[in-house]
């Protein structure tokens, strides 16, 4: 067992020297991290013979991350997970067993042949599709729906476009899932996000020696990805240097390990995605021609959140489901938060969304929540609320009276006025109330009212 690899995810610092200590009996070689953010996906614990040890206290996101990750491995992860609370089915592709505090040795030690077993039988993999597959039936969304069914046969390199949060990754195992390499790892790797004179040995890997600190050979993502789908994510943010190795690698399909000679095959399909103008990169020098016609095959652009906010109540019903899924606990937006949040701008697009709806179930869990319970920069702006009038004589009666009953015949005065100023158009009708159509088709179902422009 003195080989085998443990990665313990643990927020609590005391909760993960407790987990060394065991693992260091059993002989096993422990890394520790407190988010599965912190490490560098694939894991070589996602390998045979080792585990990944879930820590009590993880936040929802970091759950979320450790599912999506587990389902890039064609084989399940073997998870130990200490927190009860946890559902060891939201966490994606996975092999979990459950194991107690305080550790014990005998517990553990079969607790870790357990997952073992578990990820060694035979199995299928889990349909990833719907976790994968952007939200919404806007005209966007849907063009980019039918570029990835169009691309996801063939092993043309795909090149997705767009601000950051906008779901580029999502978008790339889409492809990936509806490919036939679905079978097969799916690797991401941020360009951006190491250091220039380590990409190298990243992608290629690199044999034991190969420069000072190669204490031992690594495999590199290429190889990681062998048979699947490599995702090159922030593409433009690459150095030139790196960009004429990767030319290669492309042109040639095959590679080397840094410090090595034996030729590999790159047996890997390409998705790139990049915020940035690459065309602009290109006038400015940053940015090689012959590299960016060898990725942009099949451009896909996704639009920003602001420019398909009709997308938004489908999109925070799929997150608020997901968040359900790993917390066990739901909010409701209200219509009048919904229409507030349509109105917002939204500069980190879905990223933002989803954080924020992550922040309101962990506030408000269990209830709906209002246009009051937002962070006041996604409430509009007090000259955009609508002023009701008050009943009759301006004052509340002297016996009193029923104010959800009085505004909801509010409601439906201003939508009927409002249908019949635009002879029964919803989207016209939709611009005088300063909703989106979609909000007022919803309140038309909930009102019972009859339209033949309602699709």
Request: aromatic share 4%; hydrophobic share 45%; glycine share 8%.
């Amino acid at each position: 067992m003195g080989d085998r690899k443990v990665l313990v995810i643990e927020p609590d610092a005391a909760r993960a020297l407790e987990w060394q200590a065991a693992l260091r009996i059993l002989d096993c070689d422990a890394e520790t991290v407190a988010d599965p953010r912190d490490v560098d996906w694939p894991l070589p614990a996602a390998l045979a013979w080792s585990a990944v040890i879930v820590g009590a206290g993880l936040t929802a996101s970091a759950r979320q991350e450790l599912a999506e990750r587990s389902c890039a491995y064609a084989a399940p992860l073997p998870l130990l997970v200490s927190d009860p609370e946890v559902e060891l089915a939201s966490l994606g592709n996975a092999a979990g067993v459950r194991v107690a505090l305080p550790v014990r040795e005998r517990t553990l030690r079969e607790a870790l042949a357990e997952a073992a077993r578990l990820a060694a039988r035979p199995h299928v993999v889990p349909p990833l599709l719907s976790m994968f597959r952007p939200s919404g039936s806007s005209q966007a969304v849907r063009a980019v729906h039918r570029l990835v069914e169009q691309v996801a046969p063939f092993d043309t390199n795909v090149l997705v476009l767009g601000e950051s949060g906008t779901g580029k990754e999502m978008v790339a195992r889409h492809v990936h899932e509806l490919s036939a390499r679905s079978g097969k790892p799916f690797v991401p790797v941020n360009c951006g996000a190491i250091p220039a004179d380590l990409l190298e040995s990243e992608l290629f890997g690199h044999e034991k020696g190969a420069f000072t600190g190669a204490i031992a050979a690594r495999v590199g993502r290429f190889e990681l990805a062998a048979g699947g789908t490599l995702f090159l994510d922030e593409i433009g943010d690459m150095s030139l240097h790196m960009q004429v190795k990767l030319l290669r690698v492309l042109q040639e399909r095959t590679f080397e390990r840094v410090g090595g000679n034996r030729t590999i095959r790159a047996d890997v399909r390409i998705i790139a995605a990049t915020h940035r103008d690459l065309e602009a990169a290109l006038a400015a020098g940053q940015f090689r021609e012959d590299l960016y016609y060898r990725l942009n095959v099949f451009p896909i652009q996704m639009p920003r959140l602001a420019d398909r906010t009709e997308d938004l109540a489908a999109l925070s019903e799929q997150l608020l489901t997901r968040l359900e899924r790993l917390t066990g606990t739901r909010i409701a937006l209200t219509p009048r938060a919904l229409a507030a949040l349509e109105s917002y701008g939204w500069p980190g697009n879905v990223r933002e969304l989803a954080n924020l709806l992550e922040r309101l179930v962990i506030l408000h869990g269990g209830r709906s929540v209002d246009v009051e319970d937002l962070p006041e920069r996604y409430r509009p702006a007090p000259s955009a609320v609508t002023r009701l009038p008050a009943p009759a004589g301006g004052a509340i009666p002297l016996d009193g009276f029923d104010l959800k009953d009085h505004l909801t015949q509010l409601e439906l005065r201003f939508i009927r006025e409002a249908l019949a100023r635009a002879d029964g158009a919803v989207a016209g009708a939709a611009r005088l109330l300063g909703m989106q159509r979609t909000t007022l088709v919803e309140k038309l179902k909930k009102h019972r009212l009859a339209t033949a422009d309602v699709a």
